[in-house]
């Protein structure tokens, strides 16, 4: 008796939050063109996984907890919805078998190689994205140019704030002009760049108006997902 092969998914590791999750957001199923199972990990607003290191051990123990359940129940790769988690890739990594890219910055190696050059990371928190993270993701700090939108309020108020404060409504267009303003002065501080990279995993969906308004290859975290799961499954 054969039995029928599951549909492969992918899990998403999600911060706690209540703002929206558009289309596009690494944490929006609909952004994904494949089945997917997001597990929200319980304390883990935005200030607790937005710094420059680890979360606290037992946040952690719950990021990896997660990782394995989802592993079990069948997920073929896992993804987070926060860049920031690069600096506990390894740790939850290596607690399961399954493909983990918890940060889109892991993909900076392949964008090195394939954009000679600057490259430009596009950030929710400027200060937070330190030598501990910059590390975690094997970046030398003198190859790349950072803007954080930690100075743009509508950013701010929606995806950095504590929980309970967290915007719970959002004007798109605001948000993506935003968004391209700060890619704009980013290249305009550093005209060389090659290519720009989104370490932020509410980005990916301003991603098309950032090509527009720079001009340049952008990167994020979602094309990877996509490549992790043709690559741990068999037709």
Do not use: W
């Given at each position: 008796m054969?039995?029928?092969r ?8 999600a911060?706690?939050t209540t703002?929206p999750?558009?289309?596009?957001d690494v ?6 063109p494949f089945a997917?199972?997001v597990?929200?990990i319980?304390?883990a607003d ?6 420059d290191?680890?979360p ?6 719950r990021f990896?907890e997660?990782?394995?359940d989802?592993?079990?129940?069948g997920?073929s790769a896992?993804?987070?919805t926060?860049?920031?988690l690069?600096s506990s ?9 399954i493909?983990v890219m918890l940060?889109?910055l892991?993909?900076?190696?392949v964008?090195?190689a ?9 950030t929710?928190?400027r200060?937070?994205l330190?030598?501990n993270?910059?590390?975690a993701?094997g970046?030398?700090p003198e ?5 954080g939108?930690d ?8 995806f950095l ?10 004007e798109?267009e ?6 391209c ?6 290249c305009?501080?550093e005209?060389?760049l090659?290519?720009?990279?989104l370490e932020?995993?509410n ?10 308004a ?7 975290l979602?094309?990877a997902?996509?490549?992790?799961l043709a ?5």
């Amino acid at each position: 008796m054969m039995t029928a092969r599951l549909e492969p998914f992918i899990g998403i590791l999600a911060l706690d939050t209540t703002f929206p999750r558009i289309k596009g957001d690494v944490g929006c199923p609909d952004s994904y063109p494949f089945a997917s199972k997001v597990v929200i990990i319980d304390g883990a607003d935005s200030p607790a996984i937005v710094r420059d290191g680890e979360p606290d051990g037992a946040l952690l123990e719950r990021f990896i907890e997660a990782a394995v359940d989802l592993e079990k129940s069948g997920a073929s790769a896992i993804v987070s919805t926060c860049g920031f988690l690069v600096s506990s890739q390894k740790k939850i990594a290596a607690a399961v078998k399954i493909p983990v890219m918890l940060s889109s910055l892991t993909l900076y190696p392949v964008i090195a190689a394939t954009c000679p050059g600057k490259i430009g990371i596009l950030t929710a928190s400027r200060q937070a994205l330190g030598p501990n993270a910059l590390a975690a993701a094997g970046i030398a700090p003198e190859r790349v140019a950072i803007a954080g939108m930690d100075g743009e309020p509508v950013f701010t108020q929606t995806f950095l704030a504590t929980k309970e404060k967290q915007n719970r409504t959002f004007e798109r267009e605001a948000m993506e002009a935003a968004v391209c303003n700060t890619a704009r002065a980013l290249c305009k501080s550093e005209p060389s760049l090659s290519a720009i990279l989104l370490e932020c995993g509410n980005l990916p969906p301003y991603a098309d108006a950032i090509r527009k308004a720079t001009g340049l290859p952008v990167f994020h975290l979602l094309d990877a997902a996509a490549l992790m799961l043709a690559a741990n499954n068999i037709d």
